[in-house]
């Protein structure tokens, strides 16, 4: 039997970095909100009082989640300009340490013994060099994979609030809470399924194990939303 040629796939690209991102926001509306949904529900408010809390909650999640995920991603990157400053400070004062520190970094990602020497002498040829080396071997840091404060903001904050929409407008036509919720809960499983096989499209694992996995965890903790929705709920209104 002929073996079937190995075809060259491409990498995902400049998406990559914010891809973290892009399967929290949207994962976490969701889930999210499903469950206030459900929770409120089960604690018998009003149709139209599930929609003023889902509406607040869907807002407050996507601004919350964009403010979170720009500070935290900003003051990521100024920890490493931090570094790098410093490592710039090493390598004018003292530079034989840092030259020195490179030999069991590539030790360790496999660079053979009697190649080493020719290895350090490449990569300390300049100090440019030598920081651009000690960047990516003791920072782990690559220019290219850096993440945008911004752009991160926006695909955590932008896509919560899209996740939000299958559990809160359902409740916006006239229909009573058990129907919303049903609706709702379709709606949010079917698009939790999806987002599973859209994310295989990158992980390349298997798309059904991925979307059954998100609709299990949503699944689970819609049932002790409800659950504790009923605890502490209120008198049911229609």
Request: hydrophobic letters at 50%; a negative charge.
């Amino acid at each position: 039997m002929t073996a079937q040629p190995v075809v060259y796939e491409e990498h995902v690209g400049p998406s990559r970095q914010y891809w973290r991102d892009i399967v929290l926001g949207i994962n976490d509306g969701l889930v999210s909100m499903l469950l206030l949904v459900v929770g409120v529900v089960g604690g018998g408010l009003s149709r139209e009082q599930i929609v003023l809390t889902g509406v607040a909650g869907a807002l407050a999640g996507a601004v919350s989640m964009a403010t979170g995920e720009y500070l935290a991603t900003k003051s990521q990157d100024e920890v490493m300009e931090s570094e790098l400053a410093l490592e710039r400070t090493h390598i004018k004062h003292f530079r034989q340490q840092e030259v020195d520190q490179l030999y069991p970094m590539l030790r360790e990602v496999g660079v053979a013994e009697s190649d080493i020497d020719t290895v350090v002498k490449a990569l300390t040829r300049d100090d440019q060099v030598l920081l651009n080396s000690m960047k990516v071997l003791e920072f782990g840091v690559v220019d290219t994979e850096r993440r945008s404060p911004m752009s991160a903001a926006w695909a955590s904050g932008g896509l919560f609030l899209l996740g939000s929409i299958p559990a809160v407008v359902p409740f916006l036509f006239p229909i009573s809470r058990t129907t919303g919720v049903v609706v709702a809960s379709i709606a949010a499983g079917l698009c939790l399924f999806a987002v599973g096989v859209v994310k295989t499209f990158v992980t390349r694992t298997n798309p059904v194990a991925a979307g059954l996995q998100n609709l299990v965890i949503a699944g689970v903790g819609a049932l002790a939303a409800f659950g504790v929705g009923r605890l502490v709920g209120v008198t049911p209104s229609s």
